[in-house]
């Protein structure tokens, strides 16, 4: 008797006996492979791929999962950073895989994002205002000083519709300068700008003698109640000394001043520094005094009255 190759040979009691081998099936003399894969006698895992040898099987886990063959795991690509998906995408990981999805503001795959101009689009911005697109996004502008207030862009500090923050409106008559209500109820505003950039300052004395200017700003005793709204040592103005709303000022006379602080250049006849100074009292037009400044006006210690470098007018309240 002649065993198969595949086959065992054992002698019992003087005869020979011939067994397949594990993995093979047959009499012995003749013995053939069995498919353990397509006869379900594996013992791969259900996410593992089954393939036949000479008697036997392999094991090997899917795409997407990890293990021996007869154990996988599912792998957490967005986890492990092994996905494919692009800086802004987001990753979310799935059974022997994942998905990629673009974040808000690109567009594309997941694999491939692409970042959308909103500007193009129609957006939330209000009609007065700039629309700037940035990465994933967009912003809203309202050009300095200028803020936005609905589908407006407005001067909080001079807006009277919106003086101090959207939607503050001033009363019947009043004005706004540096963000308060002026005017109305007999109040009295004084304002100063001028033509380059520097250093200017508007000086007020009042009719008891207090001076109101950068050196104190105001509201308190020492300025009867007014205030100046900043020191513009910079720009161009504009500069406003007033009464708010509420407070009303002394009756009497009020010595108004101007004075060149700091220019570069000096003021000169080549290199005047000119200035608008207005004076408004409630119910009654605005007053506008231009100068001109060919030299320094500048009063140390400050001081405003009609013999002082600066003085432009006096006036007379209410």
Same mark, same amino acid.
């Given at each position: 008797?002649?065993?198969?190759a595949?086959?065992?040979c ?5 005869s020979? $006996?011939c067994t397949c081998?594990? @993995?093979y !099936? ?13 006869? &379900? /006698?594996?013992n791969?895992d ?17 795409a *997407? ?7 996988c /795991? =599912?792998?957490?690509e967005?986890?492990?950073? #092994? ?6 995408a ?11 999805a ?9 694999? #491939?994002?692409?970042d959308?101009?909103e500007?193009?689009?129609?957006? +939330?911005?209000a009609?007065?205002?700039t ?5 994933g ?15 407006a862009?407005? &001067? +909080? ?7 101090g923050?959207? *939607? ?13 209500c ?10 100063? /700008? ?5 250093d200017? =300052? ?5 009719? /008891?003698g ?12 020492? +300025? =009867? ?6 020191? =513009? ?14 407070? +009303? ?6 010595? $108004?001043?101007?004075?060149?602080a700091?220019?570069?250049p ?12 207005? $004076?408004?009292?409630? @119910?009654?037009a ?6 001109s ?5 500048y009063?140390?210690?400050r001081a405003? !009255? ?6 432009v ?6």
């Open positions: 008797m002649k065993c198969d595949n086959a065992l054992t002698e019992t009691s003087g020979a $006996v081998k594990s @993995g !099936s047959g009499d012995g003399t003749m013995c053939a492979d069995i498919d353990e894969c397509a006869s &379900n /006698t594996d791969c259900a996410h593992a791929t089954c393939t036949n040898t000479p008697g036997g099987f392999t094991c090997a886990c899917e *997407g999962y990890s293990g021996d063959g007869t154990t /795991t =599912d792998v957490d967005c986890a492990s950073n #092994t996905d494919t998906c692009d800086a802004h987001t990753c979310t990981n799935t059974t022997g895989g994942f998905t990629c673009c974040n808000a503001g690109y567009t594309g795959d997941g694999s #491939t994002c692409t959308i101009d500007c193009t689009e129609p957006t +939330t911005c009609s007065a205002q629309c700037t697109n940035t990465p996004s967009y912003t809203c502008t309202c050009e300095a000083p200028r803020t936005a207030c609905g589908n862009c407005v &001067n +909080t500090t001079s807006d009277a519709a919106h003086c923050g959207c *939607g503050k409106a001033c009363g019947e008559g009043q004005s706004c300068v540096g963000s308060s002026v005017g109305g109820g007999g109040s009295l505003q004084i304002s100063a /700008t001028w033509g380059r950039p520097g200017g =300052d508007l000086m007020v004395t009042t009719p /008891t207090k001076l109101i200017s950068s050196d104190n700003m105001g509201p308190n005793p020492g +300025t =009867d109640g007014g205030q100046k709204d900043q020191d =513009d040592y910079t720009g161009q103005g504009p500069e406003n000394i007033f009464w708010a709303s509420g407070k +009303t000022p002394p009756s009497g006379t009020y010595h $108004v001043c101007f004075e060149t700091d220019f570069n000096s003021p000169s006849p080549d290199s005047p520094v000119t200035a608008s100074i207005t $004076v408004r009292k409630s @119910g009654k605005p007053q506008t005094f231009p100068r400044y060919e030299s320094s006006a009063t140390y210690p405003c !009255s009609p013999t002082t470098a600066g003085y007018t006096s006036i007379t309240y209410p």
